[in-house]
């Protein structure tokens, strides 16, 4: 059984950081792109950072600079340390899964999908 659990969400001020962690169980992912994803009240999930196989990243223009997307050499866990955090940062991250080797950027395109970790930054 695929699993995929992602934890280290919370409350924090804006201006400061949490790391997100994506525990990946029930398959071998070494060659999994593993994304993170955010989905804000009344909005569409929208892509934040993906890492492919070969250890390239890539950030959504809106992240790009204060989140860093990284892997464990197990490739069993991904972690987003997300720093300057900014109110509208505030969503539900969600990490993901897809057997494709490159970078995609839409949603529907992953296959395994984790319930998610609740991030709120106040003002």
């Known amino acids: 059984q695929v699993q995929l659990v992602e934890s280290g969400g919370g409350l924090v001020q804006a201006g400061g950081s949490l790391r997100l962690s994506c525990a990946a169980s029930?398959?071998?992912?070494?060659?999994?792109?593993m994304g993170w994803f955010r989905q804000a009240p009344g909005k569409e999930r929208e892509f934040v950072s993906a890492?492919?196989?070969?250890?390239?990243?890539h950030y959504a223009d809106s992240v790009k600079g204060r989140f860093t997307i990284s892997r464990d050499n197990a490739q069993t866990t991904v972690y987003l340390q997300m720093n300057s955090l900014k109110p509208e940062d505030t969503a539900v991250y969600y990490c993901?899964?897809?057997?494709?080797?490159?970078?995609?950027?839409?949603?529907?395109?992953?296959?395994?999908w984790g319930q998610g970790t609740q991030v709120t930054v106040s003002s």
């Open positions: 993901a899964a897809g057997n494709f080797g490159t970078v995609r950027r839409d949603a529907r395109d992953y296959d395994y």
């Open positions: 029930g398959r071998t992912f070494s060659t999994y792109t």
């Open positions: 890492i492919i196989w070969s250890g390239s990243t």
